[in-house]
């Protein structure tokens, strides 16, 4: 379901990865969010709507894996954001900086902790407003078997990583879809979970009808931006360009688990 989680990844030291941030780190979403520092702060707001948009899924994870039922999920889980978004909470925000994944998990569990004795009259967040999350594909993702003891957290951290490469799949394939490449990024996306010796170049060359060596060259700079567009991604998360190596290793660690 995760094509793309693995090889091009495992294979690379993260301390050797190409420093894909450069200035850029100073607006990010995360840290125009801690920047803000009060509710009237309109890109603050859209900041933390777009980073709760992309990464809903690994605390409904958390939520399922706690316990509940999918109803009681989905319910928990736009409640959660609905109180997030509309609270007064940036003001205190900068008392916790760090990392987004750090900081919205512990929110979820204040929310959680406060919750149990008022679930029934937050169902379907009581006419509050709603982040346009879908959760059609929600349980098939989160994949629950019956031998299946991992903790709540490890559940968050394994779909945060997870999450965040599916961010880096799609951003990698607007990019491509806007030089009118698609096509080829489709072709292209497989090698990213294989080993070099394990692509097919020969295939992929008469399926896209250009020469080996072409596809070879395709596949090295698709891997670079896989590479470099997965550090901007974590890049969004953190409030310091120096936490994106421990991020990076935290998601390694996340995935082997």
Not at 45 to 67: F, N, S
Request: with cysteine; charged share 30%; aromatic share 8%.
């Amino acid at each position: 379901m995760w094509p793309h989680e693995t090889s091009v990844l495992s294979s690379e030291n993260p301390t050797q990865l190409a420093n894909a941030t450069g200035d850029v780190f100073a607006t990010t979403r995360w840290t125009v969010v801690l920047a803000a520092g009060h509710r009237d702060a309109p890109q603050a707001e859209v900041a933390l709507e777009e980073l709760c948009r992309a990464y809903w899924y690994p605390l409904y994870a958390y939520i399922r894996r706690q316990g509940h039922s999918r109803e009681d999920a989905e319910d928990l889980t736009q409640a959660f954001f609905a109180r997030l978004l509309e609270k007064d909470f940036l003001g205190s925000v900068n008392q916790s900086k760090g990392r987004f994944r750090s900081f919205l998990l512990a929110s979820l569990k204040h929310f959680l902790s406060n919750q149990r004795d008022r679930a029934r009259a937050q169902k379907r967040g009581g006419g509050q407003n709603h982040l346009p999350l879908d959760f059609s594909d929600a349980e098939s993702r989160v994949g629950f078997q019956p031998a299946d003891e991992q903790t709540p957290e490890k559940a968050f951290e394994k779909r945060w990583a997870l999450t965040l490469l599916d961010q880096t799949l799609g951003r990698l394939r607007r990019e491509y879809s806007e030089r009118g490449k698609e096509a080829l990024f489709e072709q292209l996306k497989m090698t990213l979970t294989e080993g070099r010796g394990g692509v097919a170049y020969a295939e992929v060359s008469v399926t896209l009808g250009i020469s080996e060596a072409a596809v070879k060259m395709a596949v090295l700079r698709l891997r670079q931006r896989y590479r470099e567009v997965l550090r901007l991604e974590i890049a969004e998360t953190v409030a310091e360009e120096s936490e994106v190596e421990a991020e990076l290793r935290e998601v390694f660690r996340a995935l082997s688990h």
